[in-house]
Nanobody, 122 residues
Framework: QVQLVESGGGLVQPGGSLRLSCAAS????????MDWYRQAPGKQRESVAG???????IYADSVKGRFTISRDNRKNAVYLQMNSLKPEDTAVYYC????????????????WGQGTQVTVSS
């Protein structure tokens, strides 16, 4: 019913920047919180940044001051601007959304993208 598609990952040198995008599509009535998570090899998935429907943001301590999350409600999209990237930022980045679906009862559900690889290396 709902699909999330990420883009923008890639290989970047330490100190560089990347901008991740995530677009939601499908039978959407409304989107509440949208988040970015990441999972490095051998580690658990962790929250990186989140943004509420009203625009309030929250960040992991490890990315504060370097990453910025934003959203475009008209496009059902969320973005993650990543600056001053470090090798420890290397991971698969996943988009997550709390979506209310346009079907009978308007149920809410958690939806995930397929992930996009970010590699920070010289």
């Amino acid at each position: 019913q709902v699909q999330l598609v990420e883009s923008g990952g890639g290989l970047v040198q330490p100190g560089g920047s990347l901008r991740l995008s995530c677009a939601a599509s499908g039978n959407i009535f409304s989107i509440n919180a949208m988040d970015w998570y990441r999972q490095a090899p051998g580690k658990q998935r962790e929250s990186v940044a989140g943004i509420s429907g009203s625009g309030s943001t929250i960040y992991a301590d490890s990315v504060k001051g370097r990453f910025t999350i934003s959203r475009d409600n008209r496009k059902n999209a969320v973005y993650l601007q990543m600056n001053s990237l470090k090798p420890e930022d290397t991971a698969v980045y996943y988009c997550h959304a709390d979506v209310q679906v346009r079907v009978r009862g308007y149920p809410r559900g958690d939806y995930w993208g397929q992930g996009t690889q970010v590699t920070v290396s010289s």
